[in-house]
């Protein structure tokens, strides 16, 4: 049974920086794309960044380019998401995914395996 579990959220002040880890139990991560999607309240899931199963290629959704960097380390099995010059609109639940497919856009797409999320809240 495959269990993703997702650490590192926070409460920070704008401007600061966080670093969310997501590890998995029953899969290897080396062998899978990977991503890391949000949610806030009353809006709909969005995809953050995305990174292909081999770590040589990665998307990032216009609203974090530049402040937001996706990392891999397989032989720890986790997945990272580090969060720089964080904003209040930054503010959502964080989730990461295994094995859904990594493009561009990086689009919310119902299959692979997700975690529960953990709380990102950054204050003004």
């Known amino acids: 049974q495959v269990q993703v579990v997702e650490s590192g959220g926070g409460l920070v002040q704008a401007g600061g920086s966080l670093r969310l880890s997501c590890t998995a139990s029953g899969l290897n991560l080396g062998t899978v794309n990977m991503g890391w999607f949000r949610q806030a309240p009353g809006k709909e899931r969005e995809g953050v960044s995305c990174?292909?199963?081999?770590?040589?290629?990665?998307y990032y959704v216009d609203s974090v380019k530049g402040r937001f960097t996706i990392s891999r380390d397989n032989a720890k099995n986790t997945l990272y998401l580090q969060m720089n010059s964080l904003k209040p609109e930054d503010t959502a639940m964080y989730y990461c995914?295994?094995?859904?497919?990594?493009?561009?856009?990086?689009?919310?797409?119902?299959?692979?395996?997700w975690g529960q999320g953990t709380q990102v809240t950054v204050s003004s």
């Open positions: 995914a295994a094995g859904l497919p990594c493009m561009p856009t990086v689009p919310v797409i119902k299959a692979g395996y």
């Open positions: 990174i292909s199963w081999s770590g040589t290629s990665t």
